[in-house]
């Protein structure tokens, strides 16, 4: 059995606890991902993906239960600790490329790599090798605004694998596309997930896309189940 990327145990979450507006998103979810796997989460709009997705990454925090990411226990782990984590094994991808609109394509990718301490000429020779991949390399010295959709969620793709992270986190990555470009989306981020041999968790309502992934869990009453 290869390599366990991200375990998560008895997750709880609840929102204005104690409240009329009390929400329990999470119910005791239980996940576990081996390195080079692809999963697909699927629910409704609504039901928890996101708030999932946030607590897997080192961005929010479950009320109750743990979370593991390459076998380092994150539970009750500082700030600091969780920040060198999310930076160093974790990528993002979203719904929204999210880039920053005054950087070029390869600067885009770059950023965060000089945040985790590469050097200026190492992370723009990961920039270029990555945009390559993705079939951009021509766009490079473009700013966002310049580019397609499609184009802009394949350099949010590029940005998420700069750091070489072991587990990819994405919350609906086409969801924003016409169906023809996010077909070619999805197609890239399968071919550098498996170049790369990373894991990923990508939340999609597009059941088809669902159905292309290695496997498929739904979240269903705030539960985990196979699909």
């Known amino acids: 059995m290869s390599e366990i990327t991200l375990q998560l145990e008895g997750l ?76 160093q094994d974790v990528g993002f991808v979203y719904q929204f490329h999210h880039l920053l609109p005054e950087f070029t394509a390869l600067e885009n990718i770059v950023l965060p790599q000089l945040a985790d301490g590469v050097s200026q000429r190492a992370a723009e020779a990961r920039g270029a090798e990555l945009l390559a991949l993705v079939g951009l390399e021509r766009r490079a010295a473009h700013r966002p605004a310049a580019l397609s959709g499609g184009e802009q969620q394949r350099v949010a793709v590029c940005r998420a694998l700069a750091n070489r992270p072991r587990l990819l986190l994405a919350d609906e990555p086409t969801g924003n596309l016409d169906p023809g470009t996010s077909d070619q989306v999805f197609e890239v981020l399968m071919r550098l997930v498996a170049e790369t041999g990373l894991s990923a968790l990508i939340a999609t309502h597009n059941l088809d896309l669902a159905s292309r992934m290695d496997r498929v869990v739904r979240l269903e009453d705030g539960v985990l189940c196979a699909g």
């Open 12 to 87: 709880e979450k609840t929102y204005l606890p104690g409240t009329p507006g009390e929400v329990q998103v999470l119910r005791g979810a239980d996940l576990t991902l081996h390195a080079g796997e692809v999963v697909a989460l699927v629910a409704p709009s609504g039901a928890g993906k996101s708030t999932l997705l946030q607590i897997a990454g080192l961005l929010d925090t479950a009320d109750a239960g743990a979370v593991r990411i390459g076998g380092q226990d994150m539970s009750g782990a500082s700030e600091r600790r969780r920040t060198r984590v999310r930076r």
